[in-house]
């Protein structure tokens, strides 16, 4: 094994812009194609004492003598030419998993709401979390091959969304239209932000 | 949890068990480093760094150039808990020093910047 050497001065550079933005939505709804489609995807894993963290929020009757639970998780890592770092977590799908979330919503930019048509429902409690944190988020509804398609505005009214929140359709497998996608959150994002300052 | 579900080899988990690298420790000294908090490394040596475990040194070594506490975990192949705690013993001790990340969904000119880089992507 060997080591690199940490003898670099670093008090002169600037804090470096290092931002993330979430992609959420149902088990298998492709939240890691969407990942892959635009940057490397790499293999996260927590290890969380669930004593701690789990409490109230974990439901552990059926592992009473497991005292830390492993979440396995991907993400992705963009960076620009102005050295600005953004970071793509996939959120973990399953609800036991709900404690690693604050952890993954704290200081994100936006959040992206993956929604298969077929399964509507498996997002909502994704869309649920954000709008309770607040977090500004935009809908796109993954066109799976032979899935039904339906256009923004029903998707809207599926889900029973905010009018301001973007939907829109997507391809996670297409390097563009996941841009698309990221580009709407960070608009969203913004828009929000300086409708808030006006107020 | 469905109670039938398999974990077997990777799935299962390391043959070591992931906290006796933190001797059991589950929470940093300080204040917790964030995901996408930066770690660099300070640039001191030995003496600080005397007792260290190799999981430490591996870290330390890392984050010569600035790494996300996210990256560190991935390519140290530790879970995000552990690589937590062993960086904020790396912290307590000066080794390396931590840059928190921009400030999100209310920072106009960060959005701003991201933006654009996805605009040029």
Redo the contacts between chains.
């Keep these: 094994?060997?080591?690199?050497?940490?003898?670099?001065?670093?008090g002169l550079?600037p804090?470096?812009?290092?931002?993330?933005i979430l992609v959420a939505g149902g088990f298998g709804v492709g939240k890691t194609t969407l990942v892959g489609s635009?940057s490397e995807v790499?293999?996260?894993?927590?290890?969380?004492?669930l004593s701690?963290l789990g409490i109230g929020v974990d439901?552990t009757t059926?592992?009473e003598h497991k005292r830390?639970t492993?979440v396995a998780m991907d993400?992705g890592?963009?960076t620009?030419?102005?050295g600005?770092?953004?970071?793509l977590?996939g959120t973990p799908g399953?609800e036991?998993f709900w404690f690693m979330w604050d952890?993954?919503a704290?200081?994100?930019?936006?959040a992206v709401v993956l929604a298969d048509t077929r399964r509507l429902g498996d997002c909502f409690s994704s869309i649920d979390y954000f709008e309770r944190r607040d977090?500004?988020f935009v809908v796109a509804a993954n066109q799976f091959d032979g899935s039904p398609v339906y256009d923004s505005a029903d998707i809207r009214d599926a889900l029973d969304v905010d009018s301001d929140v973007p939907v829109l359709a997507c391809d996670a497998r297409r390097r563009e239209s996941v841009?698309e996608v990221?580009?709407a959150s960070?608009?969203h994002?913004?828009t929000?932000?300086?409708a808030g300052?006006r107020r | 949890m469905t109670g039938d579900e398999l974990w077997l080899d990777r799935e299962a988990g390391p043959v070591v068990r992931p906290y006796a690298v933190t001797r059991g420790r589950t929470r940093p000294p300080g204040m917790a480093v964030g995901l996408i908090d930066v770690v660099v490394s300070a640039g001191r040596h030995s003496a600080q760094a005397r007792g260290l475990g190799p999981e430490h040194r591996l870290l330390l070594g890392m984050c010569g150039a600035p790494m996300a506490l996210a990256d560190l975990a991935s390519e140290a192949d530790l879970p995000l808990g552990v690589v937590r705690v062993l960086v904020g013993d790396l912290q307590e001790r000066g080794l390396v020093t931590v840059v928190a990340s921009a400030g999100g969904s209310q920072d106009e000119q960060v959005l701003r910047s991201v933006l654009d880089g996805l605009r040029a992507l």
């Excluded at chain 1, 094994?1 to 670093?10: A, C, F, K, L, N």
């Excluded at chain 1, 804090?15 to 993330?20: Q, S």
């Design positions: 094994m060997v080591y690199g050497r940490s003898e670099r001065p670093t550079a804090p470096p812009v290092v931002t993330k635009i790499r293999p996260l894993r927590t290890e969380e004492d701690e439901d059926s592992v830390t492993t993400f890592r963009i620009f030419p102005s600005a770092v953004l970071y977590f399953q036991r952890e993954l704290f200081g994100a930019l936006a977090t500004p841009k990221l580009i960070v608009a994002a913004l929000r932000h300086q300052a």
